[in-house]
């Protein structure tokens, strides 16, 4: 599971609204001053983000809480993310440049623009369908500050 802090910001139903700020990925590693994900990170502003998520626990406007998301579906998302468009593109400019003959290179840049643009359509539907699946929203697993319940066991 993946976990990120937030601060929850308005209630519909049984989800929240929970607004995060981004973290730094660069916190603990030794070589954060000499690498290019540290000069992109220190160019962009750090701004929060809003993430809608499953509400078990009955957390309330204003507490701080903790979300989770299953690692398995972001790697999938993420890996779809990066190969549908790449393999769009190298396939529809193989077969663009197949099927051109003579006339090779632009039917190649089109097919590679086609490509492209079909992997893209395809991904949107492909996101849209894993946030409307309950498994892969994320979820409100605790409230921070909360007191643990201590349980104390009498021996008779």
Do not use: K
Not at 23 to 48: D, H, P, Q, Y
Not at 63 to 80: F, H, M
């Amino acid at each position: 599971m993946i976990e990120e802090q937030g601060r929850v910001i308005a209630r519909d139903g049984d989800h929240v609204r929970v607004r995060t700020q981004r973290r730094s990925v660069c916190g603990g590693c030794a070589a954060r001053g000499a690498c290019g994900t540290s000069l992109l990170e220190r160019l962009f502003s750090r701004r929060a983000a809003e993430v809608r998520a499953r509400d078990r626990i009955g957390v309330e406007v204003g507490d701080e809480v903790v979300l989770a998301i299953s690692a398995q579906g972001v790697l999938r998302l993420s890996l779809a993310a990066y190969l549908a468009p790449t393999l769009g593109l190298v396939l529809g400019a193989v077969a663009g440049n197949a099927l051109g003959g003579a006339a090779s290179d632009p039917l190649g840049l089109l097919g590679a623009g086609l490509g492209l643009t079909l992997a893209l359509v395809w991904l949107r539907g492909y996101s849209r369908a894993l946030a409307r699946d309950p498994s892969r929203q994320p979820e409100v697993i605790r409230r921070l500050g909360a007191e643990p319940l201590r349980v104390t066991l009498l021996e008779p």
